[in-house]
């Protein structure tokens, strides 16, 4: 199956494909440099502002709600266009968005909901950027190649995360949130520069619509759209392993979103710390996942990737639980919890990422990726809701010991479907 994706896969021009992910990952980098730093800004305006745990959810939840609208139909958009044109639109969509909160801000204090409204519109970029990026480097990689370059990838996105983490502690309390939000305008177009010297010529498999395609009415439009997103789900469904792997996803989704939201007030509140140290627990989170890439990119994980996904569910389980049974002078073992979760995180993510893209024929993987990350964006609403709602009652310490049983339970689970066991021997229904 892999040879006939070599032969369907396009032509990518003069320039080697390392040269072409090279600029766009490095595009990529700075990109997850400018957007963490602020990200960090927006979470420590809410956390200091309303110093609450809901509002940490319901920030989280206007950041995943419109991947679970929008995310099923954009993975089908980027199957009909250039790869080049929807990883530069999402860009310049998300750095218009930072522009106007900009401005908002240089006006006068920045309310809480238009920090919350922001995280929503910035989110429907993303939900085109990102089934955009994890299309494209099956697209121009040989496929013996995926899996360490998925680690390569978490790499990049990691390294962005930490060091952006690192720079807000010092620009937030010197410059604030406008200068955060210009930054993060200069680097999407800093990574619009990079994919158009890329010269990407991939993607796009339905773009070149004839004239009489573009006088069909608006109806005929949707009704081709949701035909061509269900043929996504079907040959999804196809590959019973990968189908196991993503609705056991949607359980680990479930119980770590709320867990993700609420790591500013294990620091802030449980521990007593300061905003630099829950920078410095976002560092030591994302230097765990740059390691974990790392060996993940010279190693490969298992034989046996789905073994990998459980091993990686398990040990974030553990760490999670550990964290949460930590008292209030347990600060510094909580950085080598947060470390251990990192560490985890790519050996759970890549090779669910290289089975898509080594098993998925290339025509359907912006579809495949597109209601992958829809489904998972479902679940984390669902969890961010019930921490929005129960989280100021329970406590942060305690919904991260019951996350962490919960994903180690999922771990036995998971490795006890067979599908799931056996998806490297091929699992075509």
Known sequence: MAESFDRDRPTVGSMSWVTKLAFVWGGELVSVLTSSILQMGFVWHITLTTNSESMLSLASLAGFLPL???????????????????????????AAVSAVVAMVSLAGALPVWVVMVALFVRAIGSAFHTPAF????????????????????????????????????VIYPLWGLTAMIALDVAGALF??????????????????????????????????????????????????????????????????????????IMTLGHFGGT?????TAEILFSVGMIAGSALLASWGGFKNR??????????YGAATIGAGLLNNGGFTLFLVASFLMGLSSPFYSGPQTALMQEKIPPEYLGRVFGLYGAIMSWAMPLGLAGSSLFADAVGAPAWFVGAGAAMVILAVVTWAIPSIRHIEGGDLA
């Open 68 to 94: 679970a609208l929008f995310g099923m139909f954009a993975g089908t958009i980027v199957d009909r266009l250039p790869l080049k044109h929807t990883l530069i639109g999402a860009d310049l969509f998300i």
């Open 134 to 169: 994890q299309t494209l480097t099956p697209l121009v990689a040989p496929p013996e190649h995926l899996t360490r370059l998925a680690g390569v990838t978490q790499a990049v996105q990691s390294g962005g995360y930490i060091l952006g983490t690192a720079i807000a502690a």
């Open 191 to 264: 990574a619009t520069g990079a994919v158009l010297a890329a010269r990407l010529d991939v993607g796009g498999s339905s773009q070149s619509a004839s004239t009489a395609e573009r006088g069909i009415v608006l109806a005929d439009h949707v009704r081709a759209l949701v035909a061509e997103t269900a043929d996504g789900y079907r040959v999804l469904r196809g590959y019973r392993g990968l189908f196991a792997l993503l609705w056991c996803g949607f359980a680990f989704t479930l119980v770590f979103s709320p867990i993700s939201a609420l790591f500013p």
């Open 275 to 279: 905003t630099g140290d829950a920078a």
């Open 306 to 315: 789905a073994l990998t996904v459980v091993a990686a569910t398990a040990l």
